[in-house]
């Protein structure tokens, strides 16, 4: 096999072995390994030709020793292999390249966080031609920029925020982070969170227009009320066929108010009720145990009678019908 270096500069041409090869190579190399490598760039100084068989006899080394040799600096790609035999790579060249390398060849998690950045850079364009005309100020983009990184939506719902603030002509700053904070509460990240937590808003939004014609509000329903609702429907999953046996307890109530139906609903599920069936067993089982502790103390003189674990339903389901 022939022996020659690669073409070097002179800026790189200081010793026959650099400083480099001592520092990096050296400490993990076999000793053998080293004294193959060291007589090969001996011999590629002078261009000179040399068999394997000729190698291990010059070095005094078994054979294979001087092939696993061989293959170890091809690995650490100190050495290439020609046709004709093996180059001897500039080390200094070697380590000049895995400096420049970062800045030129982007790793898999850099070209992953360099494609995300593209993704959001798009994302703020659009915003800014759909919702601002172009014309979107530049404080706007570093907003956006922390939203992203604090809520971690993705580049789909950071448009749908816009898009929802839009529509409710509140496109201002302080509206879009109220936004933000309860969609972010209710665990959106992508576009699918999203889209379940909307079909959840509105089964709410129905069931909230239901409870106010109902309970005769002839209004929408407050801030506050609608939370309520959101608990029930969300929450606690109950469909509107519970619910309305909680606003049929109101008819008993001189004032009828969200608080009354939250303790009822609220009860009924700690109790971990989830049909219509099981509250109407309870409520009837209730309304007994009601009749059969009056009609004892009709018929005793002991007026004391303590009622035991019923005595906190008392205010709650007073006046069953």
Same mark, same amino acid.
């Given at each position: ?54 190698l291990s006899k ?39 390249y895995k400096l ?134 969300? &929450? @606690?999953?109950?469909? =509107? ?9 109101? !008819? #008993?109530?001189?004032?009828? +108010? $969200? &608080? @009354?139906?939250?303790? =009822? ?9 989830? !049909? #219509?069936?099981?509250?109407? +067993? $309870? ?19 002991y007026g004391n ?17």
């Amino acid at each position: 096999m022939k022996l020659e270096q690669a073409d070097t500069s002179s800026l790189f041409s200081n010793t026959e072995i650099p400083d480099i090869f001592f520092t990096e190579y050296l400490s993990s190399a076999n000793g053998d390994y080293i004294k193959v490598y060291l007589y090969m760039l001996f011999l590629s100084k002078y261009n000179k030709e040399i068999k394997i068989n000729d190698l291990s006899k010059k070095l005094v080394l078994p054979l294979n020793t001087i092939q696993n040799a061989i293959k170890y600096w091809e690995e650490q790609e100190i050495i290439t292999k020609k046709n004709t035999g093996y180059i001897i790579n500039n080390l200094q060249e070697i380590e000049l390249y895995k400096l420049y390398k970062p800045k030129t060849a982007l790793s898999a998690e850099q070209l992953q966080k360099s494609q995300e950045n593209q993704k959001r850079v798009k994302a703020i364009e659009y915003i800014n031609n759909k919702y601002f005309s172009g014309l979107m100020p530049s404080i706007w983009s570093t907003d956006i920029e922390l939203w992203f990184k604090k809520y971690q939506f993705d580049e789909e719902v950071m448009i749908a925020l816009f898009g929802y603030c839009f529509d409710r002509s509140a496109l201002h700053k302080a509206y879009i982070q109220r936004v933000a904070d309860i969609w972010s509460k209710n665990n959106i990240k992508t576009f699918n969170d999203l889209d379940i937590y909307s079909e959840k808003q509105e089964k709410a939004k129905m069931v909230a227009s239901t409870i106010s014609k109902k309970l005769g509000l002839h209004r929408s329903l407050s801030e506050y009320e609608f939370a309520y609702v959101e608990k029930w429907t969300i &929450d @606690y999953n109950y469909p =509107l066929e519970i619910i309305e046996i909680a606003l049929k307890k109101t !008819t #008993s109530k001189a004032n009828p +108010n $969200f &608080d @009354y139906l939250n303790k =009822l609903l609220s009860d009924w599920h700690d109790r971990g009720f989830k !049909t #219509s069936a099981e509250i109407q +067993n $309870f409520l009837s089982e209730i309304k007994q145990k009601d009749k059969n502790i009056q009609a004892l103390k009709k018929s005793t003189t002991y007026g004391n009678y303590e009622q035991r674990e019923y005595d906190n339903l008392n205010g709650l389901y007073a006046n069953l019908n």
